[in-house]
């Protein structure tokens, strides 16, 4: 079966459109509005082998927040969509990447408990107009809303660029290994015989 999906959230604040392919070779289109957010997610994408078309419009004349942290949620439910029954799926994945004098570890758990553990240090609250809290944002409402377990450790960096860099590459190749499938599961990767209730319920 394709494992892919389409989630379309609009509110008073935001209106996101997402088309996410899980199996796909990184072809993108994205655009937020916000020229730095529109770059990491094409890292994502690109290293991560996921096909997405993104769309965002937002109060960005407010500031970035909501359009960033409502992306991490759409971004999160088609994740979590395209994943159906998480059945037979490796379910882990890390991975560590360098940039320049910045290196980053992402490790993943898509096993349905939500959780965000992130530890980096930027040396500045800005990358350019981007407020650099924001990558932190995005990270908790994504986590949420696929339902996985994300700790983002940032080792060491001085440039605030290289670092957010590293952290959306890192994440899309600990993703891409998470949800590939492996034959040799049988069912959910777990002892208890299943994941977290609440993983595989629909948006």
Not at 31 to 36: I, L
Not at 105 to 118: A, N
Not at 122 to 138: A, C, M, Q, R, W
């Amino acid at each position: 079966m394709e494992r892919v999906a389409t989630i379309e959230r609009k509110t008073k604040e935001t209106h996101i459109r997402a088309e996410l392919s899980l199996d796909g070779q990184g072809k993108n289109s994205i655009e937020t509005g916000v020229g730095f957010f529109d770059h990491m997610l094409t890292l994502f994408a690109c290293h991560g082998f996921f096909d997405l078309e993104l769309s965002a419009a937002g109060d960005l004349h407010v500031d970035y927040h909501h359009t960033v942290e409502d992306v991490g949620i759409v971004l999160g439910q088609c994740f979590s969509s395209a994943l159906g029954t998480r059945e037979r799926i490796r379910r882990y994945g890390s991975a560590w990447v360098p940039m320049d004098e910045a290196l980053c570890h992402v490790c993943v758990d898509v096993g349905g408990r939500p959780y965000l553990v992130f530890s980096c240090s930027f040396n500045t609250p800005k990358i350019g107009s981007f407020d650099v809290e924001l990558v932190e944002e995005f990270l908790r409402a994504f986590s949420n809303h696929l339902k996985a377990n994300i700790h983002v450790n940032c080792l060491y960096g001085k440039n605030a660029h290289h670092m957010a860099e590293a952290v959306f590459k890192a994440l899309g190749r600990a993703l891409d290994i998470a949800t590939q499938i492996d034959e040799r599961v049988r069912g959910h990767l777990s002892t208890k015989g299943l994941l977290s209730e609440d993983s595989t319920k629909k948006f």
